[in-house]
């Protein structure tokens, strides 16, 4: 395990209001409610977050929209990639990831 991954994980399991999941085969933060919030994939965490938080996290260099796991030209609308080089944010984007899944249906 790498040192992202263990550190996303560490995040996952300090979280009151979420769970570990799966999305697509990656490990995932989900929401009480069951939606996903965000997922670990390639050494990135890749978060569904609120238009605000999008803009501020697209201000990070190396951020970009996230793509679909097994098609990466396709872009995913609202999910927002974060390199490792930005670990120290992920509990951050974590917790408005996960703000933000539980306001939806």
Not at 34 to 59: C, H, I, P, Y
Not at 60 to 85: N, Q
Request: some cysteine; hydrophobic content about 40%; proline content about 2%.
């Amino acid at each position: 395990m790498t040192d992202a991954e263990t550190h996303f994980h560490s995040i996952v399991s300090g979280m009151n209001n979420a769970s570990a999941g799966k999305m697509f085969g990656a490990h995932s933060l989900k929401a009480s409610n069951g939606n996903t919030a965000a997922f670990f994939w390639k050494n990135s965490m890749v978060f569904k977050l609120d238009e605000q938080s999008r803009q501020d996290a697209l201000q990070l260099s190396g951020v970009c929209v996230g793509s679909h796991i097994y098609a990466p030209d396709r872009k995913m609308t609202g999910w927002i990639s974060i390199p490792t080089c930005h670990a120290d944010n992920w509990t951050h984007y974590a917790s408005k990831a996960i703000e933000f899944v539980s306001t939806l249906k």
